[in-house]
């Protein structure tokens, strides 16, 4: 399973899913923030393009000059475009492009964006389930003093 998936998976088992307001109301909202881009469509749907039809089109190259060696990974655009199941998203991002699309770069913004997404997600979680939270840190503390009573009542431990 994928992050998306699991991600998913966990937001249903906690009822927050596309049913919810917090869905609506929070977490699509930060999706749109910062997930939903054209470069980010692109690189989805790159995946789709390798599984299904060729391999990448890349070229790379080091340059040496007096400020270091820099390394690039680049994809031919021209080439690309050659794939007819591009998305709309995916089209307008190539289309912006020169002749080569800097992968590299494409997936140093991804990588930023989701961490930023997932360093969000917990804290928002709890933030939604605090009644839940409260509630259940209540019954554990019942259910802890409960166990003791029994324990020193009965000189036997539950545990």
Known sequence: M????????????????????????????????????????FLQDLRNYVSHWRILPLNAGIRVSAEGIEQHISLDVKRLMQWGNWSTSAKRFLAAQDKKVDIHQLVIDYKAAVDEFYQWLPQAIIETMEDEIKATQVLWEEREQMRRKFDNQTGQSLD
């Open 2 to 41: 994928s992050l998306r998936d699991h991600t998913i998976a966990a937001l249903e088992s906690l009822g927050l899913w596309k049913e919810s307001d917090w869905y609506n109301n929070a977490y699509l909202p930060k999706i749109k923030a910062i997930l939903v881009k054209d470069s980010f469509a």
